[in-house]
């Protein structure tokens, strides 16, 4: 049973586009919510994480909004590139080493 | 700098037999993990370890072994393959906590894809 739960599957952005991934949580205790970028036929990498004292954290074009109360927090891509298109998957944890993943979602930016 | 280095890249087994899979990371980090990836399901922790000598289960461990006789390498093992555990492995490493409070990100290698039939 996933702790974090992760939608859509996949999503279709053009160019320019705004890409909206969202995820959900039951454990309280998670106190830390990273995202990974992964490219086909590579391993996953951090891409940007918030911890729940803060409600935004934007780095680049790539925001993620917090909601503690509502145990969600989504990931938000600006002007969305082709170089941007890869699965992305978030996670969480409550001591910083083990991760729980969420099933990832494959964007695509058409051009 | 290689970072994580998985070996091999890919390989094809048959029901009931064995294999070890190589995980290498140069960065002397004290943490490592082995995670599965299929489709649909995201990566699910295997085992880990949190130092040199010590490993843990992670959260679908049956099948497997893993090792950590020394720091740098974290070997996971498949003792007799079922068609079960097809999928794409992964290894990542970390430092240890900082702290409370401390960040930590893991440093995923590029996988090792393997096929059981």
């Known amino acids: 049973q996933q702790q974090v739960k992760q939608s859509p599957q996949s999503l279709i952005v053009q160019k320019g586009g705004i890409s909206i991934i969202n995820c959900a949580y039951e454990?309280?205790?998670?106190?830390?919510f990273p995202w990974y970028q992964q490219f086909p036929g590579k391993g996953p990498a951090l891409l940007i994480a918030i911890r729940p004292d803060v409600s935004e954290k934007k780095e680049g074009r790539f925001t993620i909004s917090f909601n503690k109360s509502a145990k969600q927090f989504s990931l938000h891509i600006m002007d969305s590139q082709p170089g941007d298109s890869a699965t992305y998957f978030c996670a969480a944890s409550f001591n910083d080493y083990k991760l729980s993943f969420g099933a990832g979602t494959t964007v695509t930016v058409r051009a | 700098n290689a970072g994580v280095t998985q070996t091999p890249k890919f390989r094809v087994l048959k029901t009931g037999q064995s294999m070890t899979l190589l995980c290498a990371q140069d960065m002397n980090h004290e943490y490592m993990y082995w995670y599965r990836q299929d489709p649909g399901m995201g990566l699910r922790l295997i085992h880990y370890s949190v130092g040199e000598g010590t490993t843990a289960k992670g959260e679908v461990p049956d099948g497997y072994n893993v090792s950590r006789l020394k720091k740098q390498n974290f070997l996971l093992g498949l003792e007799s393959a079922a068609p079960s555990q097809t999928s794409v492995y992964f290894c990542a490493s970390s430092y240890e906590l900082v702290g409370l409070k401390g960040n930590q990100p893991q440093h995923f290698g590029d996988g090792t894809r393997l096929s059981i039939l």
């Open positions: 454990n309280t205790a998670f106190d830390y």
